[in-house]
């Protein structure tokens, strides 16, 4: 390779070296996952009241609540379940609700709720930092594209409701940058999708997909929010509603920009002018 080539290479290696980023991940960085499942069922002469079992963990919760009288005649279910799983270039985050309930009384009342929440003790949200695979820092402020999927479902019967959001009772699924810690919960939103409502006998069944620009170093904030409610008075049979809604992200390379291409191409194209002016082959 002449020394005009081997220049021009190294300029480009290194300019594309400074708009991609390899070998970046997601790491868990503060706040929780929430679960909470509670159940009630009663009738003219007896009442099954259990305290409602409430779930914090860093990354994966479950929670699960029943009650039952007469022999299982009337009965009421709350079952939560909710994982964040950083792995690699990934992250994807699932919460899942069900509430059932059975009853052959008329004389009979069931009640059951459930949630899944990334709401924290401080700021509501689960959050990441987006490291270098290998840890060392030496890539931390190369630029990276997040690119998301969501998907979100949501199926309620008779007497049943439930809703799919950002948690905290939020407005919106969101994805936030660099909002930790904050006093507004949804500062710098940089993806969300409305909040959803569904109630008795209604279904959503939906997915959405997105992307957005970061720098390795900054704080990836997931407010996500799952809760599936049951009311029901009188003789009713699998009553029933459930909930659930799936974030995968992925951190990948930026591309190197058109821009520096055409840099390039210009380049080559006057070397091999200059060579043609000069007579060198």
């Known amino acids: ?62 929670s699960v609540r029943d009650a039952k009288i007469s022999n299982g005649d009337i009965s009421a279910y709350g079952y939560g379940h909710g994982i964040a799983e950083p792995s690699e270039n990934t992250l994807s985050i699932y919460m899942e609700d069900n509430v059932s309930g059975m009853s052959n009384d008329t004389n009979s009342y069931i009640e059951a709720h459930n949630s899944v929440s990334t709401r924290g003790f401080a700021t509501p949200g689960i959050f990441f930092q987006i490291t270098p695979e290998n840890g060392t820092g030496e890539n931390k402020g190369d630029p990276v594209q997040i690119n998301l999927t969501w998907r979100g479902d949501l199926t309620t019967s008779e007497g049943t409701s439930g809703h799919l959001s950002g948690g905290g009772g939020g407005d919106a699924i969101a994805v936030t ?21 569904r109630s008795s006998g209604n279904e959503f069944h939906d997915s959405d997909y997105g992307h957005f620009m970061a720098v390795i170093g900054d704080i990836v904030g997931i ?59």
């Open 1 to 62: 390779m002449k020394k005009g080539m081997l220049v021009i290479f190294v300029v480009l290696f290194t300019v594309s070296m400074a708009y991609t980023a390899f070998g970046a991940t997601f790491s868990y960085y503060s706040n929780y996952l929430f679960s909470k499942s509670d159940a009630k069922v009663s009738n003219d002469s007896e009442t099954d009241d259990p305290e409602p079992l409430s779930v914090w963990n860093y990354l994966e919760v479950e």
């Open 177 to 197: 940058l660099n909002n930790c810690p904050s006093s507004n919960p949804l500062e710098n939103v940089v993806w969300s999708h409305e909040r959803i409502n």
């Open 223 to 281: 407010h996500m929010d799952s809760n599936v409610n049951l009311y029901w008075n009188g003789e009713g049979y699998e009553i029933g509603a459930s909930a659930s809604q799936n974030l995968d992200m992925e951190v990948n390379a930026v591309p190197i920009p058109g821009a520096v291409w055409l840099l390039g191409s210009g380049l080559f194209g006057l070397v091999a002018v200059r060579r043609r002016k000069s007579g060198i082959s």
